[in-house]
């Protein structure tokens, strides 16, 4: 079952958003449906409508975490004989929702309270995603003094881009499907595919914007300059800068950090084909905010835009990740001079 998390605005409103996700798909029965809206109910009764997240929940009420510990059980129990999988999209948001709200507490007790439904229930999996790393919520709360390790018993994967065949007939079904003009669907379909890094959200960005632009035929030289015009056209159709404005929304008490991240970025995003370490730190130290920096901050620098999916290194090269990325960056802010 699939879960936004990111629309609950405390713990006990996840509870009661799970349970109502839980029934909707059939996995929770209608009296099941029926108790949670009543736990729920005399919760809100008994706290007089203050906010549930921070506020103590009454001894004679089961507290949010015991109760999504019965609902998990629950489910299994309606399940016996199948793995029960709950995949919990933008966790790592909602988690960072409630470290700054105030109430860093409920996110360790519900990292918490995951670790153990999945320790003691065999039959059940979760899937963590969501567009904020998770490691970035769990360094906030190394702040509170919170040393665990809540997800060890988890295995990261990054979901990768389509293969270019993949990517390429996703294209072309867009393009036939918007009655986009080409000269050749097959060609123009692999360019889109190859400007869109194979990656979903940029194929459909392009499509779109073939659509809404054509006034003759696409070729896939036209497709090739899609890109760079959307980086230098009004309104930020491709939201290119999503990626520069939630560096400080990610680090905002280190703007010393945030200000060498741009800065390696700008210089990546100049190399289609990245650089090696020594020539990325030289280049880097051009900028007179990054004159002095040593190789040691840089390289905590590249591990964190690696680990955020900014980046990669192959061959003792770091670059980005993405290529579609790279040119967005590049067109919005690396040709600018240092």
């Avoid at 089961?62 to 919990?88: G, M, N, R, Y």
């Avoid at 702040?143 to 389509?162: A, E, I, K």
């Avoid at 990517?167 to 379909?189: F, Q, R, S």
């Avoid at 995003?269 to 051009?286: K, M, Q, Y």
Wanted: hydrophobic content about 40%; proline content about 5%.
């Amino acid at each position: 079952m699939f879960f936004d998390a990111e629309q609950a605005q405390d713990a006990c409103d996840f509870v009661l958003r799970l349970n109502r996700q839980l029934h909707a798909s059939g996995l929770v029965q209608d009296n099941w449906w029926k108790k949670t809206q009543e736990w729920f109910h005399r919760l809100v009764v008994a706290l007089g409508g203050k906010k549930l997240g921070p506020v103590e929940v009454p001894s004679n009420l089961l507290s949010w975490s015991a109760f999504l510990t019965q609902t998990c059980q629950h489910v299994i129990e309606q399940k016996p004989s199948q793995t029960v999988v709950l995949i919990f999209d933008e966790l790592p948001l909602f988690l960072d929702k409630l470290i700054t709200s105030g109430h860093p507490a409920d996110a360790v007790e519900f990292l918490d309270t995951l670790r153990f439904l999945r320790q003691n229930q065999p039959s059940l999996r979760m899937v963590f995603c969501g567009s904020l790393g998770l490691h970035i919520v769990l360094k906030k709360l190394e702040t509170t003094g919170y040393t665990g390790r809540p997800v060890n018993d988890m295995n990261p994967f990054d979901v990768p881009p389509l293969t270019e065949q993949c990517a390429a007939y996703l294209a072309g079904c867009l393009i036939t499907g918007e009655n986009v003009l080409c000269k050749d669907v097959a060609t123009c379909a692999t360019a889109v595919a190859r400007a869109g890094s194979g990656c979903p959200f940029y194929i459909q960005k392009i499509v779109k914007w073939m659509k809404d632009y054509a006034d003759k035929a696409w070729t896939p030289r036209a497709v090739a300059t899609i890109v760079e015009q959307a980086a230098n056209g009004t309104g930020d159709p491709f939201e290119f800068s999503y990626y520069e404005g939630r560096l400080p929304q990610y680090y905002p008490e280190d703007a010393d950090l945030v200000d060498r991240a741009r800065i390696t970025l700008d210089v990546l995003s100049r190399e289609a084909d990245g650089l090696p370490f020594d020539d990325l730190l030289n280049r880097v130290r051009h900028n007179p905010k990054t004159l002095t920096l040593d190789p040691e901050a840089l390289l905590e620098v590249l591990r964190i835009l690696r680990d955020d999916h900014y980046l990669v290194e192959c061959d003792r090269h770091w670059a980005f990740k993405l290529d579609v990325i790279r040119l967005g960056w590049y067109h919005m802010r690396g040709r600018q001079a240092l």
